[in-house]
């Protein structure tokens, strides 16, 4: 079926410095999302992107449909940019299919 | 501007019991899903709703919970009888049309069976 694989499943950046997520499609996918889990649980937007790149402050992302991959830069990394990252990726029907996710930690 | 509200934010249960789980997705959407998330298994797809009909029912879902969209503003899930494995947060999410926009999420329902 439909996966997704993200990478890496961990990541710890030290305030200031950045790094890149990435997720791989087995299959090509209409659309990608890209959440945060708060420390609430709760799941919060970032990025939808149905082709192309955007950014949005310190966070980028980028979805090639036809490569099947997304990425999610994250620069100038801070504190409270900690917390678990998702993508989500819209298949072809109404079908979501997320991630394992990738908890970052930020530390000083 | 509302988001997708969930109720009741946690939820403990006896094993057997029935429980009852809510959602009133974002105004205006038309499209609801439910999904669990698990630490083992991730987000799994349970019911999807595209304006009150139902499109997707759970599969390997179907025997024990059961979802409904009794009007477009307002959705449950019931999970009947409740089994210890069944302990997870439940989330539902919408979105104004399935394939081109933004999934918005509630906060989820955090359920414990005993």
């Known amino acids: 079926g439909d996966q997704v694989e993200q990478s890496p499943s961990a990541l710890s950046l030290h305030e200031g410095t950045g790094s890149a997520l990435r997720c791989n499609f087995t299959?090509?996918?209409?659309?990608v999302q890209w959440f945060r889990k708060n420390s609430r649980g709760s799941l919060i937007n970032l990025f939808y992107?149905?082709?192309g790149t955007k950014e949005n402050g310190r966070l980028k992302s980028a979805f090639d449909s036809k490569e099947r991959y997304s990425t999610l830069h994250i620069r100038d990394a801070q504190l409270e940019d900690s917390g678990t990252y998702f993508c989500?990726?819209?298949?072809?029907?109404?079908?979501?299919?997320f991630g394992s996710g990738t908890r970052l930690l930020v530390s000083p | 501007d509302a988001g997708v509200t969930q109720t009741p934010r946690h939820e403990v249960a006896e094993k057997g019991q029935t429980i009852i789980l809510k959602c009133e997705p974002v105004?205006?959407?038309?499209?609801l899903f439910w999904y669990r998330q698990t630490k083992i298994q991730g987000l799994e797809l349970l019911s999807y709703f595209r304006s009150k009909s139902l499109m997707e029912d759970g599969g390997a879902f179907k025997d024990r919970f059961k979802a409904e969209m009794l009007n477009s503003s307002f959705s449950t899930l019931k999970i009947q009888p409740t089994e210890p494995k069944d302990s997870a947060v439940y989330l539902c999410?919408?979105?104004?049309?399935?394939?081109?926009?933004?999934?918005?999420f509630g906060s989820g329902t955090r359920l414990t069976v005993l």
């Open positions: 299959t090509t996918m209409r659309a």
């Open positions: 992107l149905a082709s």
């Open positions: 999410a919408s979105s104004f049309r399935q394939s081109a926009e933004t999934l918005y």
């Open positions: 105004s205006g959407h038309n499209d």
């Open positions: 989500a990726a819209r298949t072809g029907g109404y079908k979501v299919v």
